[in-house]
């Protein structure tokens, strides 16, 4: 009998879906806007974060392996309900941002076939999310084997983007200078912006239990996803420097194209682009649904969540994913997408945040794993102190509803302790011995 676990390099796959999926071809022009030929230093200020987080969660998933990701390691090292809360803001963010992805898909599908006004956005979205749902449904295998193929679709895409820029970029300083047009300031800004292209990382990290010797493999995909995007990202952002002035960004839904056109790049290139956007829309939908979705059933599994929720059927949780997907329609209907997908946000950074203090309390426990973060304890405060930066940069909006979505979790959790309190008053006493 075939095993229903996936490879390593599937599950790379599955987490560079996620990051080099619909944010670098979103979002970073909108982070040339913010800080001009600056926005390569916010790239790499990102990597750093990135990389830091990457390296705890890869340390993390050696020494918990469950579906839970984030979830499981601040509730393994920190205790229930700090360890609830994550997963609440977890599981809203990513249904939110599958909302958000799904309309980012509908509006590049409704540009490219020509097609005028928004009242086709949300049943296109609907009908997205309600199509990923149904692959999740039918098994992570399946999943692995569709990820794998749009991943080489959409890296091919960037890389014929990056070859297009060599041939018709402009490569002089004057495209590259000053680096900080708008002042340092702007590059924590553009920084806290680029980092949601890289966040899909640890999405791998929710599948150590499903990848085959899980706790080996999956630090080493995190790692292998998370280089492949940096090079690729850094590489993005300099042929649109080259191809198209800083000064003529704008917030854009496609600056990829923009600056291939004003470059007058060939028109079978900026179709091929557009192609490949629409593909990574895709990608990055069906790799938040995995993530949301495996990280309701470890809570389920855990007693965090009715137990009915989890539902895991060969390798897929399919009433998880059900709940996803509804929860990702509903988010659709929430008015201003755009605040409420940055107020996510604040849930992400704050699981980050954790992730070193997480790896703190282990190695002081002397947890084993197969894999240790190098340079610790530097890279543990590295990264609790850059989540700190980009969280405050998010804006007064996103830490509003931020706050309130902590708020609600942790009324949640207080509403789980009572039901549990009354199960355990409610239980029968247990026979005596005669």
Sequence with gaps: MASRKITMSQAAFIGLGNIIGAGIFVLAGTTIHLAGPGALVAFVVTAVLATTVALNSAELSSKIVTHGGLYSFVKTSMGDALGFLVGWLRAISYAIAAAAVALGFAAYLLSLLGIAGTELLIPLS??????????????LKLVAVIEQYLVFLTAGGLVLFIVISLLYGSWTPSRFTPVFPLGAGSIVAAAALAFFAYSGFNTIATLTPEVEDGPRNVPRAILIALSVSTVLYLLVVSGMLALMP??????????????????HAPAFVTATIAVVALI??????????????????????????PRWIGGLRGDSPRRSVLLMALAGIGSLFLGNLAYIALASNFGVIFSYALTGLAVVILRRRRVPGVFASPLYPWVQVASILLSIVVMAALGEQALYFGSLFLLTGIVAYALLVEARRQHTLNAPAPAREP
């Design 126 to 139: 609907i009908v997205l999310l309600a199509a990923v749902a149904l692959v999740d449904y039918a098994g």
């Design 246 to 263: 800083w000064q003529a960004y704008g917030i854009t839904a496609d600056p990829l194209s923009n600056a291939l056109t004003y470059a």
């Design 280 to 305: 990574a829309t895709v990608t990055v939908t069906l790799s938040l649904t995995i993530a949301g979705s495996r990280t309701l059933l470890q809570m389920s599994e855990d007693g965090m969540l």
